[in-house]
């Protein structure tokens, strides 16, 4: 046999899934859902625009201060399709306005707690219904919380509403027009969220580790990233001319600041974190992690509904059985008790089912175990 012969028959051809995954996920397109937080005037639209190149809030009409005493923290969806080399991607933004606006932000956090609840309660009804062919995925994968530039760290209204839904979402914190502080400030206020984040036992989004046969500049890229959390960040879609360079950027007296810059803000890096290297690791994580949360809790609130509803049927079987035996005197004693001990047994063996199933779920990992150790791929203990 010759050794094109060989070689031939060696290749069998699922050598090709991976071009058949890639077609396969290109023509179906992607989603990806990015909630931004934060007072009003940080310049979250800002930045949303300057990191998808567009218009969004075109439309947008700012509050009177009257109007904002009294406002509360609303929701407001964005869905846009953006197409790069031929990849669709379908993008979500949710947009919290009103939020730390009111004289009284002691529940500013609601709205935003309910809206990403309520995303996972619908995914989750939808996959247990018959149809799961087209579910539209409109889970939160990403939160960028803007931390305002004055100030010596985090506030309560931060640590509260971070404390609220760092087992819900992706947190990613955000320092907001960081062309207002010097290098140095910027280096104490990242220090000083960071010790106000682990004072409060806050888990904000890990970064995976590199795999060790990642080539030498990704690893490099990885550890740039992590060394800038929390991301200070400028914001601006205004075109300037700097030396016969057309950048994004603000002008002022002492010169510009270039967004793209990474010498003078992390806006490039926060894109890049967002859209290049780890779009795809913060919907894992939201599916992997926050979402089975969910649905182990889920699980568990029916078959603690179920057993109450058992134990309630058991009892009304038994004022059945009391009664009808009141009602006829001439019912051999026995017969009560026989029926009974058939009820009980029945019941005994649907509470035993429902115990399989639980410790079904636990061998799989899906219900909670009963100390979570903290780690990104743990599931919380609800």
């Not at 509260?160 to 955000?174: A, G, S, T, Y």
Request: charged letters at 30%.
């Amino acid at each position: 046999m010759s050794f094109d012969a060989e070689t031939n028959r060696a290749y069998i051809g699922f050598a090709t899934l991976p071009e058949q995954v890639h077609r396969k996920s290109v023509k179906r397109g992607f989603d990806f859902t990015l909630m931004v937080v934060g007072e009003s005037g940080l310049g979250k639209s800002t930045l949303v625009n300057a990191l998808f190149l567009s218009d969004l809030y075109r439309d947008r009409r700012v509050p009177d201060v009257a109007e904002r005493v009294r406002r509360t923290t609303s929701i407001e969806r964005k869905v846009m399709d953006i197409e790069e080399r031929g990849v669709k991607l379908r993008l979500t933004i949710v947009d919290t306005p009103g939020f730390g606006d009111a004289l009284n932000c002691e529940e500013s956090w609601l709205a935003c707690c309910a809206y990403v609840d309520e995303q996972f309660r619908q995914y989750f009804t939808d996959e247990s219904g018959l149809n799961r062919r087209n579910i539209q995925d409109n889970r939160v994968h990403c939160c960028l919380y803007f931390i305002p530039p004055y100030g010596h760290g985090l506030r309560q209204l931060d640590l509260e509403f971070m404390r609220r839904l760092h087992r819900k979402v992706n947190l990613v914190p955000v320092i907001a027009k960081a062309d207002t502080l010097t290098a140095a400030e910027v280096r104490r206020l990242k220090e000083r969220v960071l010790s106000d984040l682990e004072e409060a036992q806050i888990q904000i989004y890990q970064f995976p580790e590199c795999d060790s046969d990642e080539d030498e500049e990704f690893k490099q890229q990885d550890r740039e990233l992590k060394a800038c959390v929390p991301f200070a960040v400028v914001g601006a879609s205004t075109v300037l001319d700097v030396g016969g360079r057309a950048v994004r950027g603000r002008s002022y007296p002492w010169g510009v600041v270039e967004v793209e810059n990474p010498t003078h803000c992390d806006f490039a890096r926060l894109r890049t974190m967002l859209v290049s290297t780890h779009m795809q690791d913060l919907k894992d994580v939201t599916q992997d992690v926050h979402y089975e949360n969910f649905r182990a809790q889920c699980l568990s609130q029916m078959s603690l509904a179920a057993a109450a509803a058992a134990a309630g049927g058991r009892e009304r079987e038994r004022s059945k059985l009391k009664r009808d035996s009141a009602l006829e005197p001439a019912a051999p004693p026995g017969d009560t008790d026989r029926l009974l001990q058939q009820k009980e047994e029945e019941i005994r063996r649907m509470q035993n089912m429902l115990t399989q199933m639980q410790e079904q779920l636990k061998a799989q990992g899906r219900l909670p175990s009963p100390k979570g150790d903290g780690s990104r791929d743990s599931i919380v203990n609800v």
